[in-house]
């Protein structure tokens, strides 16, 4: 007979999955980098909690339960520093967000290589 924790966990899992899934096809159809690690950002780290919840809930023992808290707090951490850090280093590097974005927040704050100093670390 099957308890309850594990169908509960069972749909969490596969619900992560889903959240994975859809970050991974945002990555494929969204306009430029921005747009694409917004898209992964978000999904995979939704995706994981359901995941890591789902493998908590099921095993229903202190030991999985505190490695999956585990990696979702490790997760929440680093997700969004290291999001920001490439997308920071991206727009430094001069890489232009798709001609539909309106609204350019780092503009005038950080500075963005000139084409001819593009060329020059090129070679």
């Known amino acids: 007979m099957m308890h309850w924790h594990y169908t509960l966990g069972a749909i969490l899992m596969l619900l992560g999955s889903l959240f994975c899934l859809l970050g991974a096809i945002g990555l494929l159809k969204m306009p430029d980098l ?52 490439v997308s920071r280093a991206a727009y430094m590097l001069g890489v232009k967000p798709d001609e539909t974005t309106e609204i350019d927040r780092l503009k005038g704050e950080i500075s963005t290589p000139s084409p001819a100093t593009t060329d020059e670390h090129a070679h």
């Open 34 to 85: 921005y747009c694409r690690m917004q898209s992964t950002a978000k999904g995979q780290t939704l995706g994981i909690l359901l995941i890591m919840l789902g493998v908590a809930i099921s095993f229903s023992d202190a030991v999985p339960s505190s490695r999956a808290f585990a990696v979702v707090l490790f997760l929440f951490i680093t997700a969004p520093v290291g999001g920001q850090m």
